[in-house]
């Protein structure tokens, strides 16, 4: 079945660097284009950047255009999210969730990034 | 960007009974393929969202068929016909036509 484990998450101090893993199992990973969303506490849900299956196409949103980067290895069925200069705002729940035509489909359990002094 | 609204926001229900969740969006999720790409997640206390619902009305595997969606363009619903006590939690929509993608603010829906 299709299992997506987020990992990474931890305490930082603003401006600080973290980069989030999401090992992928259970499907053909580089058929997928891939997203991270994520959820600050008690809040709703915001889509975060996108990563097409070869790792060409590339969007971001933009709360975190300029300071967040997306990537992928393939070989090693693992998404990434390398995010710089982080805020207090930048407090979530992040998730990496499978891309489907119309939307995504299955999330993994989430990683935690708390973004306080 | 598309501009997703959830009403209502809380959602108190008795066990047995219908439940409905309404989701409008600022612009028309008919995409030029024919499809409309509207969904619905369930996220339960604690855990991650799970999607319910695609394409406005298709149920995923494993949901129960007391869940339906329906309608088009701009105005979509969720319908629990009888709601049960594992049903407990928030419900959102998602605009899947675009990036972007954007999502209602969540319907929490609990038991009276």
């Known amino acids: 079945q299709v299992q997506l484990v987020e990992s990474g998450g931890d305490l930082v101090k603003p401006g600080g660097s973290l980069r989030l893993s999401c090992a992928a199992s259970?499907?053909?990973?580089?058929?997928?284009?891939m997203n991270w969303i994520r959820q600050a506490p008690g809040k709703g849900l915001e889509w975060v950047s996108y990563i097409s299956d070869s790792g060409t196409t590339i969007y971001y949103g933009d709360s975190v255009k300029g300071r967040f980067t997306i990537s992928r290895d393939n070989a090693k069925n693992s998404l990434y999210l390398q995010m710089n200069s982080l805020r207090a705002e930048d407090t979530a729940v992040y998730y990496c969730a499978r891309d489907t035509l119309g939307g995504v489909d299955y999330w993994g359990q989430g990683t935690l990034v708390t973004v306080s002094s | 960007d598309v501009v997703m609204t959830q009403s209502p926001l809380s959602l108190p229900v008795t066990l047995g009974q219908p439940a409905s969740i309404s989701c409008r969006s600022s612009q028309s999720l008919e995409y030029s393929d024919g499809n409309t790409y509207l969904n619905w997640f369930q996220q339960r206390p604690g855990q991650s969202p799970r999607r319910l619902i695609y394409k406005v009305s298709n149920r995923d595997s494993g949901v129960p068929d007391r869940f339906s969606g329906s309608g088009s363009g701009t105005d979509f619903t969720l319908k629990i016909s009888r709601v049960e006590a594992e049903d407990v939690g928030v419900y959102f929509c998602?605009?899947?036509?675009?990036?972007?993608?954007?999502f209602g603010q969540g319907t929490k829906l609990e038991i009276k």
């Open positions: 998602m605009q899947g036509i675009r990036v972007p993608y954007t």
């Open positions: 259970g499907f053909t990973f580089s058929d997928y284009y």
